[in-house]
């Protein structure tokens, strides 16, 4: 590379342009080493997840159990789910206890017959965790003793399997129902419409929310904590917005 130079100086703007453009094409190369630059080839199609959750706030744990509907797509013999850092409890294949293996990021699951393509199978599991991306709690501290509790998720691009064993890949999409236990004095917003909230044991309330319209697994929301509700509506829709319960006085100015 020579270094043009004008006047007999070297020309530093330049020098600049091409010290940017090269942190460019190291800042992109360091995202497609992040995640999977390339589609994946499928051996299943996810169609539903039924996921409850629940959390303990002292650990930083997330507490699950999913159940995921697929269809196989060509003969395998086996299921295998992304899942990073959870401890898996326990697997059934069909309400029946499955054989299991987890490595560094996946969760493999074995068929123990031969399936052919279009078979469907139900898969549940039970697992905890401590995720360290995906899922994120923000809780009181000794600097801040009064801060609202807040958990949320936020699973771009591939972040989701730090806290749910699932297809945690853009090129799939999928319904869900997501059934969130949380103390009592919570808000929580998740994918699709809200179906109830009902009492739970020791004050808590277990809230269901219910996505019909399929959608891939990044974009799976969770956020749960002590916020306040505003309602308001926008061409006869209904919008609503949240706030930390001490900044309620921020949506007083929505009216």
């Known amino acids: 590379m ?10 530093k703007a330049g020098f600049a342009a091409l010290l940017g453009l090269l942190l460019v094409f190291l800042c992109a190369a ?7 630059p390339f ?17 303990d706030l002292e650990q930083k744990k997330v507490i699950g159990d999913v159940i995921h509907t697929l269809s196989i797509f060509r003969d395998t013999s086996r299921i295998s789910l992304d899942s990073a850092g959870l401890h898996i409890l326990s697997v059934t294949l069909n309400k029946t206890p499955a054989t299991f293996e987890t490595t560094g990021d996946k969760l493999n699951i074995a068929i123990p017959m031969p399936v052919k393509p279009g078979e469907k199978f139900t898969v549940e599991i039970k697992y905890e965790g401590k995720p360290t991306k995906g899922l994120y709690f923000i809780l009181p501290d000794k600097d801040y003793p009064s801060r609202p509790i807040q958990i949320w998720t936020q699973g771009e691009s591939e972040d989701t399997r730090y806290y749910l064993p699932t297809y945690d890949y853009p090129n799939d999409r999928l319904t869900t129902e997501t059934i969130l236990t949380v103390p009592a004095g919570w808000l929580t917003v998740s994918n699709g419409k809200l179906i109830s909230v009902t009492d739970a044991d020791g004050g808590l309330k277990t809230w269901t929310w219910r996505e019909s319209q399929p959608s891939s697994t990044y974009l799976f929301t969770v956020v749960a904590g002590e916020f306040v509700q505003a309602k308001d509506t926008w061409r006869k829709l209904p919008v609503d917005y949240y706030a930390p319960k001490d900044r309620g006085d921020r949506l007083a100015v929505l009216g």
Request: glycine residues 6%.
């Open 2 to 11: 020579t270094n043009r130079t004008i006047g007999g100086k070297p020309n």
């Open 30 to 36: 360091h995202v497609l080493q992040a995640d999977e």
């Open 39 to 55: 589609a994946r080839s499928k051996d299943y199609d996810l169609e539903h997840s039924r996921i409850s959750l629940r959390f």
